[in-house]
């Protein structure tokens, strides 16, 4: 009986281990999520951009994309477009680089609407500058901050 | 037909049965219970320690099964809050470069220094 049940103990630990030494610690206790083929028509529609990666994406990912889907019918055209515009890059967006953005943008959110209309328009405007001053505007970013410390600082 | 009448038929026929089985039927019969009971000879009770080894385990068991729930709950949670905010990202008027241009971030800081 009590070898029964420590067999039964490290096969348990085994399985809750598994996912964690897969993937240095970065990875999720998810359950499997379908492969590409197994995806209804609806949401093979609403992650075409995502087919070429779906089979090679983890099963978390999957799952988040899939979640991201749930949402989509309740946008409007306008938003489902530039939703779908914006998959791919986003899904090959470095890990870092994404958790930056969504860091900043969590800020971003909790800016009273005139400041967000101010970002906005100085993201205009920025767009407009010519290559060399956006060149110079990305050194000086650079060498004041080490990569990791490159946040969006809240103005004072 | 009553009960003590059913019954006593019932009886009949199983004794008919009993009376009919083979020989060899009967030996193979009495060779498992002569097994059975010398099997439990063998074991007659458990081991010591067995006492307070298996509600060690089960509660370990128990334990280890808690905390993978727990992680599950919260990988889960996490992997939903993602999707909302990535999906808000997704939409916004700002493209998410916007929120990675090292050179953004500059420009934001001069023009509000300025």
């Not at chain 1, 994406?57 to 779908?84: C, F, G, N, T, V």
């Not at chain 2, 020989?23 to 063998?42: C, K, P, V």
């Amino acid at each position: 009986m009590a070898g029964r049940i420590l067999r039964g103990l490290t096969l348990l630990l085994l399985l809750a281990a598994g996912p964690l030494w897969a993937d240095a610690g970065k990875s999720r206790i998810t359950p499997p999520q379908p492969s590409w083929s197994q995806l209804n028509p609806e949401q093979k529609r609403i992650l075409a951009p995502l087919a070429e990666e779906w089979n090679g994406m983890e099963h978390h990912r999957r799952q988040k994309w899939l979640d991201i889907a749930r949402r989509y019918p309740r946008l409007s055209p306008e938003e489902q477009a530039r939703m779908q515009r914006r998959m791919q890059s986003w899904h090959a967006m470095p890990p870092e680089d994404k958790e930056r953005a969504r860091n900043q943008y969590r800020e971003f959110k909790q800016l009273p609407p005139e400041k967000k209309q101010e970002v906005k328009a100085q993201w205009e405007r920025y767009n407009q500058l010519p290559e060399e001053e956006k060149l110079r505007l990305k050194q000086k970013s650079e060498a004041k901050s080490a990569p990791s410390e490159r946040n969006l600082q809240p103005r004072p | 037909m009553n009960e003590t009448q059913l019954i006593a038929s019932l009886r009949r026929h199983l004794d008919q049965g009993a009376a009919q089985l083979s020989d060899a039927t009967l030996e193979r019969l009495r060779h498992a219970r002569q097994q059975a009971l010398a099997g439990q000879a063998r074991n007659p009770i458990r081991p010591a320690h067995a006492g307070w080894l298996r509600p060690a385990l089960a509660t370990l068991a128990l334990a280890a099964g808690i905390g993978l729930m727990t992680v599950y709950m919260q990988d889960q949670q996490e992997i939903s809050a993602m999707a909302a905010l990535d999906a808000d990202l997704l939409v916004d008027d700002l493209p998410p470069k916007a929120f990675t241009d090292p050179g953004f971030r500059a420009w934001l800081e001069e023009s509000s220094e300025g």
